[in-house]
């Protein structure tokens, strides 16, 4: 496309740098294509990703794999054992770490005075975000099985994970709460309620939907976790009750997939999961941006 | 006449904001448009330049005629034609970035690269807006480091550095102190030997102060044009009349 | 009840002080045992040597982990903050949402997820490419951590620029400026903290992968090559933690690795909040 003849310029002072207008079109030209390309590239690999890992695994996620585990006799394969230890974990981490996050948000948002120790708090709760798996799996082994004395298990790796997932529950509690309008707060206050009692009443009950969303990304990230769960949960592929998997070595679905694929060369049972995998990715990321529209609308 | 506009219509998506607008605006001379809020001054402006295309919903019918072009044609360079009609906005918004980054950059858009060359157009910019002997030993501090006033005189310099043959100034002293405001209008009064000045004011006064020429809106419908003096000593239309008594507002 | 809430918001320090504490208690032993320019300095790791005397050099770790971080950054950021501006200024509504969406699910596949695709699609693509007696290698890692990190940036970024005040942008194009050129001699350096923090991001969840790059990086303690087989300091403390006797300085010596790994990402974020307060008092 021609440049000054398609469109028409005022400008007629020779100070216009000869060739510029032809640079400065292309530039734009230039940009537009760069941008739209990245983001397909962007976009491409995601579609990739799943659709590879699908039409792979969808296939050998049969009902004996998902219901069953592993045999060394009948050479079959099963992953029953690690959809129990990742729900396990799932569990225990949350009953420990939601009433801690939520406390902890409430106490930032609601009762906190000392500017200083928000901050101190926020600043520790930030910290946490950027620290590794690797190295929370390192500490958690240190603390949780040498210094406590427990065993590879459940346990140990739920306390490692509830470090992690903290941070989480705290922020969106706390973003939850902030959206409260304050005149929720007086009203309750002004009829007689008591500090506690108008959180309980009125507060808790208006962050619900903060608080889920937030659970629903802490439960994303405790499904993905593989490099914290190595020394405190273990690589057990026998299937355990919740009781005896608190102390019992136990393969999440992460690190099953690892052990598969990696020592094993299972790579059928690894496609399985990571097909499971994906699919409750996908699941969870859709109930995320659900409640989390839900509370944008408030 | 610098401008001519021909029966122009907008739309924000079905509401018919700008009605059949037709007007002459004289080279060299400041043109004040009055009237309430939402008579459609402000929109008729940033059709002016074509910044409501910036805005998705708006349809434009009718045509601006300048130096001989259609602004509408679809074959117009608007980053050509926003050289030629600049604009000072209502709240001072310099880039933040240095005074001379901020003046310096229209140029640089142009494609004017050379430093001696743009160190003049600099200094002749800061010194068109009056603002030169404030900021010449702070060229490099940030541009919002200046206080209000300072900044609005920024933005005109900033705008008079691409060498406009109009400046539309959209309320541009409403948000300033009556101090800033006089230094404003006292060098708006001078920019007329070189610029045209379109302007937008709720101000009466101010248009009264400084404008040679008048036009009142309302509703989306330029009620009267004339020379300053005229509309507000023997207004012909009594809707102006009432407008510039104080009746409504 | 205030004081049980206050306990509770305490955990979280109690959490930082307690790892910062457990890492320098454990990973302090190893180097003074083998001497810290020798652990830190040293190119050579073999713990386990018996017919010569084990070597603890902890380098190619090290360099391997700076390498493929460095790596990662300059694929992962261009392409994510061309994303991030294609979908804060230049998408449609709808087109724009759905990127998101996509990142949102790029951010949440589990990191042995990518590794086990790497490790099945792109390390035989490089073997193949390359050829290369195997395609487990640093540039499968590098090529790895640059999608990974995509969405850190991608996010971070586009909020950045979405929150640039629209006067500017406005100012832009009534000076003559087209809307691409605005997004990137205004919008963007306007946004330069966010970017800066969304950078820091993406470096600290490279430098900090483990799983994602066990599977395609080949797990050889060499100095890094891009076509060598590498073991970075994550994947080092993985790989050798199941079998390193408990108590023997070998162990000893990976919980330094991960001392090291820890102070890094310390660094790192410190040197964004002084930059960030930099930048805060310019203005």
């Not at chain 2, 705008?159 to 400046?167: F, G, H, N, T, W």
């Not at chain 3, 759905?98 to 990191?111: E, H, M």
Request: glycine share 8%; proline share 4%; hydrophobic share 50%.
């Amino acid at each position: 496309m021609s440049k000054t003849t398609a469109t028409t310029t005022i400008t007629t002072n020779s100070d216009q740098v000869p060739f510029f207008q032809v640079r400065r079109k292309l530039y734009n030209i230039i940009v537009r294509g760069f941008l739209r390309l990245t983001t397909l590239v962007t976009v491409g690999l995601l579609i990739f990703m799943i659709g590879y890992i699908l039409i792979n695994g969808l296939k050998h996620l049969t009902i004996p794999m998902l219901t069953t585990q592993s045999s060394y006799i009948e050479d079959t394969i099963g992953i029953f054992p690690n959809i129990m230890n990742t729900l396990y974990m799932i569990l225990i981490s949350m009953l420990i770490a939601l009433p801690l996050g939520i406390g902890a948000a409430v106490y930032l948002n609601e009762y906190a005075t000392n500017r200083r120790l928000v901050t101190t708090i926020e600043f520790a709760a930030e910290t946490l975000t950027g620290i590794p798996s690797i190295v929370f799996g390192l500490v958690g082994m240190l603390v949780f099985i040498h210094l406590f004395g427990l065993k590879q298990g459940v346990l140990a790796g739920s306390l490692t994970l509830v470090m992690i997932i903290l941070p989480t529950i705290i922020r969106t509690t706390q973003e939850s709460l902030k959206s409260i309008p304050d005149d929720y707060r007086h009203g309750s206050l002004a009829l007689g309620s008591g500090k506690w009692h108008m959180v309980r009443t009125v507060v808790l009950p208006s962050a619900m939907d903060g608080i889920v969303t937030g659970s629903i990304l802490a439960i994303g990230r405790i499904v993905g976790e593989s490099a914290a769960l190595l020394f405190t949960a273990g690589f057990g592929l026998r299937l355990n009750s919740l009781f005896k998997s608190l102390q019992r070595s136990s393969a999440s679905l992460t690190v099953a997939l690892y052990v598969y694929v990696s020592e094993r060369g299972e790579m059928e049972a690894g496609f399985a999961i990571a097909a499971l995998l994906m699919l409750i990715t996908l699941l969870l990321n859709f109930a995320a941006t659900y409640f989390g529209n839900k509370l944008k609308k408030r | 006449m610098i401008i001519n506009v021909q029966k122009l219509n907008l739309w924000y998506a079905d509401n018919h904001a700008l009605k059949d607008i037709s007007m002459d605006v004289p080279r060299n001379q400041i043109t004040a448009l009055i009237g309430p809020s939402g008579c459609g001054k402000s929109t008729f402006l940033k059709t002016l330049n074509r910044m409501q295309d910036l805005n998705p919903i708006v349809r434009i019918e009718g045509e601006v005629w300048y130096n001989g072009n259609n602004i509408y044609d679809p074959k117009m360079d608007v980053t050509d034609l926003r050289k030629h009609i600049g604009m000072v906005f209502q709240k001072a918004n310099p880039f933040p970035m240095s005074i001379y980054d901020n003046i310096a950059y229209g140029p640089r858009t142009h494609g004017i690269r050379a430093r001696a060359k743009l160190d003049a157009i600099v200094e002749k910019a800061l010194k068109d807006a009056a603002i030169w002997d404030e900021v010449k030993d702070r060229l490099r501090k940030p541009a919002l480091s200046l206080s209000g006033g300072q900044q609005q005189r920024l933005c005109i310099a900033r705008a008079l550095a691409v060498e406009p043959d109009i400046l539309l100034m959209d309320e541009a002293t409403s948000a300033l102190d009556p101090i800033s405001t006089g230094r404003i209008e006292e060098l708006v009064t001078q920019l007329k030997k070189k610029y045209t000045v379109i302007m937008v004011t709720h101000n009466m006064q101010q248009a009264v102060r400084i404008s040679d020429q008048c036009a009142f809106f309302l509703l989306g419908e330029l009620i009267e044009y004339s020379d300053t003096s005229t509309l507000f000593s023997t207004p012909t239309d009594k809707r102006t009349e009432d407008y510039i008594t104080g009746r409504f507002g | 009840m205030k004081m049980l809430f206050f306990l509770c918001g305490l955990v979280s320090v109690g959490f930082v002080l307690c790892i910062s504490i457990y890492l320098f208690v454990a990973g302090i032993p190893a180097f003074k045992v083998i001497g810290i320019s020798d652990m830190l300095f040293g190119k050579v790791w073999l713990p386990t040597a018996s017919t010569t005397e084990p070597s603890f050099g902890i380098l190619p770790f090290i360099l391997t982990s700076i390498w493929g971080t460095a790596g990662a950054i300059m694929i992962g950021v261009p392409i994510g903050l061309l994303t991030a501006i294609y979908v804060a200024k230049a998408a449609p509504k709808k087109v724009a949402t759905a990127i998101r969406t996509s990142v949102q699910l790029l951010a949440g596949i589990p990191s042995v997820v990518y590794g086990m695709i790497g490790m099945v699609v792109l390390v035989p693509l490089i073997q193949r490419t390359f050829d290369l007696t195997s395609g487990a290698t640093l540039m499968a890692a590098i090529i790895v951590l640059a999608i990974m990190i995509l969405p850190s940036i991608i996010n971070v970024s586009e909020t950045a620029l979405s929150a640039v005040p629209a006067e500017y942008e406005e100012a832009s194009m009534a000076l003559g400026a087209t809307k691409e050129e605005t997004w990137f001699r205004v919008t963007l350096p306007a946004a330069r903290s966010g970017v800066a923090t969304a950078i820091v991001l993406g470096i600290g969840r490279a430098i900090g992968e483990a799983m994602a790059i066990i599977m395609v990086s080949g797990n050889v303690a060499n100095m890094p090559g891009l076509f060598k087989s590498v073991r970075f300091m994550t994947t080092a403390i993985a790989s050798e933690m199941s079998y390193a006797a408990v108590g023997s300085l070998h162990r000893d010596a990976l919980f330094s690795i991960g001392l090291v790994l820890f102070l890094f990402i310390m660094l790192i974020n410190l040197g964004l909040k002084f930059f960030i307060r930099e930048k805060k008092e310019e203005t």
